[in-house]
């Protein structure tokens, strides 16, 4: 059936609106400038994002205040997405600003400072008269939140991020009160923070990050339903995460030491990130569910090589292990490998299937660990040893064909060398005819065949 002509004027009007609303602002505005029918769309564009680059022109920073206040009162529509940059809006003016932009229809609300020396308190009258029973994003940055048990419920918040703000745990726990529906809670260099509660009604809580919190001392809720925690620091987890999917920890000590809480058995996916370690310990806990392994180490040089074959621990401890990656950024006076490696009694993995070492080096215990690896996983698919070193992924000759590459040092190179002639003299035979072999070099990516050529050619 054919569309009637008005009914096919308003679907594309519909399709040039949005179009329209996708432009950034201050391209939107000068579309809006030459068109009848961008003007229209402009004075009812949903998302306002009011930042320094849309109102810098000839690279001096200018007070929009003046215009910010037009583009408003011009509106004929409430917006649903709203983003303030204080640094380009004069803080006399903010008040006005949240009463005209700040509506029952705003459903995202970003507020950030560009200039920490002019501190803001974000007045929370603006969300329990503005936004409280719309807004399901919200995200303050730069400036002070002091929540009160006035300010009412919260029924569609659903993620709440946080980023270099002044408030208290007290004063956090009582906005989080508020909000039953909260699903992520992003908490990034609050510093006023010691004792995170989180409270019992936050029953959809699925994501929770403290980042850079350094005066945090203490995590602890009864939520039941935690799918991800990531956290930095000395910090003691009190949570009831027996539901819990995944954990990211970055702690100096949580390998060596094994500071994992104790009762997660359905954790399925676990990252750890530690510095100037000395050796792992054996853990004290099993994790029977855990498919997807990721443990990073880095730090400075130490005095002691770092035992790499101390890591099997962890794979004795999660007999359902799929996935691990090894990623070391551990600067090392590396030791020279001998003939002779040392051997562990056999314990069969069944389930790994994929085994990823990043900065693979010439040391004698990654050397054991990956032999130990190829000997007792059986079900193994595939391996990859990256002797890259120094080099972000983005940055590398091997990442999607760049032209430009950041070049590793000559220390770097040298010891990628050595790292391939170990490879040669004591994995390269370990490895069964079915499993998928890659070996990374500064130069590219080469699978089985080109890496026995290139190993066998450093060999002769």
């Keep these: 059936m054919e569309l009637l002509p008005n009914r096919g004027l308003a679907v594309a009007g519909d399709i040039w609106c949005h179009i329209h609303s996708l432009m950034p602002l201050r391209d939107a505005a000068r579309a809006a400038c030459l068109s009848r029918a961008f003007l229209r769309s402009w004075r009812c564009r949903p998302n306002l994002a009011f930042t320094r680059a849309a109102f810098l022109w000839e690279e001096h920073q200018i007070d929009a205040s003046d215009i910010i ?249 999660s007999p359902s292990l799929e996935t691990w990656v090894l990623d070391i950024e551990l600067i090392l006076d590396i030791l020279e490998i001998t003939r002779h490696l040392r051997q562990m009694p056999e314990h069969r993995h069944y389930s790994l299937k994929n085994v990823n070492i990043t900065g693979f080096s010439s040391a004698k215990s990654l050397a054991e660990l990956t032999c130990y690896v190829l000997k007792n996983a059986v079900s193994l698919e595939r391996l990859a040893l990256d002797t890259v070193y120094g080099v972000p992924r983005v940055f590398r000759c091997s990442e999607g064909g760049r032209r430009r590459c950041f070049p590793m040092g000559r220390n770097a190179v040298r010891e990628a060398l050595r790292a391939v002639r170990t490879v040669g003299t004591h994995i390269q035979d370990q490895v069964s005819p079915t499993v998928e072999f890659t070996l990374v070099l500064e130069k590219g990516i080469f699978t089985r065949n080109a890496a026995i050529c290139i190993l066998r050619t450093l060999g002769s």
């Design 69 to 317: 206040d037009r583009i408003l009162r011009n509106r004929s529509v409430n917006g649903v997405i709203l983003k303030v940059h204080l640094g380009c809006v004069a803080l006399s003016y903010l008040d006005s600003l949240f009463e005209l932009a700040v509506t029952p229809t705003t459903e995202e609300l970003t507020v950030i400072c560009n200039a920490p020396m002019n501190l803001y308190s974000f007045p929370c009258s603006v969300i329990s008269n503005g936004i409280g029973s719309s807004s399901r994003y919200l995200e303050l940055g730069h400036c002070a939140f002091r929540p009160t048990a006035e300010l009412g419920p919260l029924r569609n918040l659903t993620s709440l991020r946080l980023s270099f703000v002044h408030v208290t745990g007290d004063d956090l726990e009582c906005f989080l009160s508020n909000s039953v529906a909260l699903e992520q809670l992003n908490l990034s260099n609050c510093k006023e923070i010691i004792c995170l509660k989180i409270p019992c009604v936050l029953q959809k809580l699925t994501f929770l990050m403290a980042f850079g919190c350094w005066s945090l001392q203490v995590i602890e809720g009864r939520t039941p339903s935690h799918s991800c925690l990531c956290v930095n620091g000395d910090v003691k987890l009190s949570l009831d995460a027996l539901q819990m999917k995944g954990l990211i920890m970055f702690h100096p000590n949580v390998v060596c030491y094994g500071l994992l809480p104790p009762m997660m058995p359905n954790l399925e996916s676990l990252q750890m990130s530690c510095s100037d370690e000395v050796n792992a310990a054996m853990l004290p806990t099993k994790f029977l569910c855990l498919k997807h392994l990721t443990i990073s180490v880095t730090g400075a040089s130490l005095s002691t090589p770092y035992d790499y074959f101390s890591l099997v621990s962890f794979l004795d401890a």
